[in-house]
């Protein structure tokens, strides 16, 4: 298994949530890393503005293409679309006001903790990052918590 960090909006957060999280979608520019998707991956969102991890899904399908519009927006590139797609069903999904807040777990990331809280934006450029085994299970075990919680 694979896990990884996708970056998007809180509006896209909820699009995908409207979905039931039947599916993730992803820039044109991340077809090669979303062709290294398998069955079996794990997805954690990072809310852009926000700094917040909203939850996780596990990757069901190989990726595949597909241009009908799904909702989902580019905060940078206006129009820009999201091709490249794989089917996903939710693994912990907080209710909204209950996800985690990056700044105070950058410290105990790999991911994060050279950046800093003040300089997170940097580690997340960009839609999809991979991310180590121990990183998603400190971030799993907070959303799980979280869930529960609300």
């Not at 409207?18 to 599916?23: A, Q, S, V």
Request: aromatic letters at 10%; glycine letters at 10%; hydrophobic letters at 35%.
């Amino acid at each position: 298994m694979q896990a990884w960090i996708v970056v998007g909006s809180p509006d896209n957060f909820e699009l995908l949530r409207e979905r039931k999280f039947d599916l993730c979608g992803f820039k044109a520019s991340r077809a090669k890393q979303s062709g290294e998707m398998q069955p079996g991956d794990c997805l954690v969102f990072y809310l852009t503005g926000v700094v917040q991890f909203g939850g996780i899904v596990e990757v069901t399908s190989p990726m595949f293409e597909d241009t009908s519009d799904l909702g989902l927006r580019s905060q940078s590139k206006v129009g820009e679309e999201f091709p490249y797609r794989v089917r996903t069903k939710p693994v912990v999904i907080p209710p909204p006001g209950h996800y985690i807040e990056v700044r105070e777990i950058a410290d105990r990331l790999d991911k994060t903790r050279k950046f800093g809280p003040k300089k997170l934006g940097m580690a997340f450029r960009g839609n999809l990052h991979r991310i180590i085994d121990a990183d998603y299970r400190t971030i799993e075990r907070l959303l799980r918590a979280r869930a529960s919680a609300g």
